[in-house]
């Protein structure tokens, strides 16, 4: 079954303790994606990566970093987390497709509570 | 950068009745409007998409329609169901450019 599948889906932790959330798909999509979803603002996108070791920010990435070593593998990692960063995580792919996008397919979400 | 609003953030329609969900962008060089479903607990998922060089899409009791001149999308949900409610985003993005998300639209369908 083709899927994006986000760990862990819950995570309670405290300031300043380094998490990371793992994000794997199995479509072989070149392109991935980590939002983050708050209530009254939708979705905003944290980094994006094109393909292998090509990642860029996107609209709110202070506080977040992220790597793309293979393909099918695309960490979110919260190196001191603060309280400002508790939010419901989506991580999504997608193929790349020059000349237009492509569809993306969200995993289910990791709801994070820093406290 | 784009830009993209939603209309409305809250939406309460009567079982059977019609549901219509607004999307304005602002970047005239965007092509691709795709619709995403949200329902509890999960991600949200791809219901329909359009392309520039179309003007309307539909898929069984889902349509979506496209104005370019005006830029903006519409979603079109006909006899809705109790299934229906969730939260409802409209993006938009031109070519290889990450999309951009509206802020969402919950619809509630009242049996």
């Known amino acids: 079954e083709a899927q994006v599948t986000q760990n862990p889906r819950y995570l309670i932790t405290v300031t300043g303790k380094k998490l990371t959330v793992t994000c794997s798909q199995n479509?072989?999509?070149?392109?991935m994606s980590w939002y983050r979803q708050d209530p009254g603002l939708g979705l905003r996108q944290i980094y994006y990566s094109m393909n292998v070791e090509v990642t860029d920010k996107g609209d709110v990435p202070e506080g977040y970093k992220v790597s793309r070593k293979e393909k099918r593998n695309f960490p979110l990692i919260l190196e001191s987390p603060s309280p400002n960063q508790t939010s419901l995580y989506f991580c999504?792919?997608?193929?790349?497709?020059?000349?237009?996008?492509?569809?993306?397919?969200f995993g289910d979400g990791t709801r994070l509570s820093i406290l | 950068g784009e830009n993209v609003e939603q209309h409305p953030s809250t939406l309460s329609v009567q079982e059977g009745d019609s549901a219509v969900i607004k999307c304005t962008y602002s970047d005239s060089a965007s092509n691709y409007f795709p619709w995403y479903k949200q329902e509890l607990g999960k991600g949200p998922q791809l219901i329909i998409d359009i392309r520039s060089n179309v003007g309307e899409k539909k898929d069984q009791r889902i349509a979506v329609t496209l104005n370019k001149t005006a830029k903006h999308f519409s979603l079109h949900i006909t006899e809705t169901q109790p299934e229906d409610s969730a939260v409802y985003f409209c993006?938009?993005?031109?070519?290889?450019?990450?999309?951009?998300f509206g802020k969402g639209t919950r619809l509630s369908v009242i049996a």
């Open positions: 993006a938009a993005s031109q070519g290889n450019t990450p999309l951009v």
């Open positions: 479509m072989n999509h070149e392109y």
């Open positions: 999504a792919s997608s193929l790349r497709y020059r000349g237009g996008n492509q569809p993306q397919h």
